[in-house]
T-cell receptor
Framework: NAGVTQTPKFRVLKTGQSMTLLCAQD?????MYWYRQDPGMGLRLIHYSVGEGTTAKGEVPDGYNVSRLKKQNFLLGLESAAPSQTSVYFCASSYDDRSSYEQYFGPGTRLTVT | EDKVVQSPLSLVVHEGDTVTLNCSYEVTNFRSLLWYKQEKKAPTFLFML????IEKKSGRLSSILDKKELSSILNITATQTGDSAIYLC??????????FGTGTRLKVLA
């Protein structure tokens, strides 16, 4: 099992450019999440999904969009990158909230917007 | 507003020392408390504590949940340089909601 994987690992964007971060999990998890981690802020939830074809906003969704067309994949898009989106992005997945609460995290994507 | 506060923010100890990391929370719907270790990359799961499982132990690491005080501690005995990491505490309050603390950065010197 690869667990949770993320691509790319690093990326530098210019302000206004767009990109998509890909998250994939092979554990048949229903729930998937996108977080950003900034110094002194902890992990903050951007968007999440409770199953294939469903997405919802988290704590800091502005400037991001997501899609979950297949159960194993969760994509995070930045339509017009801004320097405030410089951060480390983590994808996570979990079983549903009735059976297990543990989240499994991907290795992260370090994004710099100049 | 739900929040999770960890202390201390950072800690430097020598190998062999024992450390105690603290996590306090204020959430409207507590389901469980989770501890993670984050080295250079992804947070990795250590423990989950619930109302029915308030104490966990694995090797040199142990954790206790105090539901009355709305807090938890993570103890590491006989620390090693490999314990150097950021330790994250999170409270799960249902469906998608995990509230994370900012973490405690532990550095263990040889």
């Amino acid at each position: 099992n690869a667990g949770v994987t993320q691509t790319p690992k690093f990326r530098v964007l210019k302000t206004g450019q767009s990109m998509t971060l890909l998250c994939a999990q092979d554990m048949n998890h229903e729930y998937m999440y996108w977080y950003r981690q900034d110094p002194g802020m902890g992990l903050r939830l951007i968007h999440y999904s409770v199953g294939e074809g469903t997405t919802a906003k988290g704590e800091v969704p502005d400037g991001y969009n997501v899609s979950r067309l297949k159960k194993q994949n969760f994509l995070l898009g930045l339509e017009s990158a801004a320097p405030s989106q410089t951060s480390v992005y983590f994808c996570a997945s979990s079983y549903d909230d009735r059976s297990s609460y543990e989240q499994y995290f991907g290795p992260g994507t370090r994004l710099t917007v100049t | 507003e739900d929040k999770v506060v960890q202390s201390p923010l950072s800690l430097v100890v020598h190998e062999g020392d024992t450390v105690t990391l603290n996590c306090s929370y204020e959430v409207t719907n507590f389901r469980s408390l989770l501890w993670y270790k984050q080295e250079k990359k992804a947070p990795t799961f250590l423990f989950m504590l619930t109302s029915s499982g308030i104490e966990k132990k694995s090797g040199r690491l142990s954790s206790i949940l105090d539901k009355k005080e709305l807090s938890s501690i993570l103890n590491i005995t006989a620390t090693q340089t490999g314990d150097s990491a950021i330790y994250l505490c999170a409270v799960f309050s249902g469906t998608y909601k995990y509230i994370f603390g900012t973490g405690t950065r532990l550095k263990v010197l040889a």
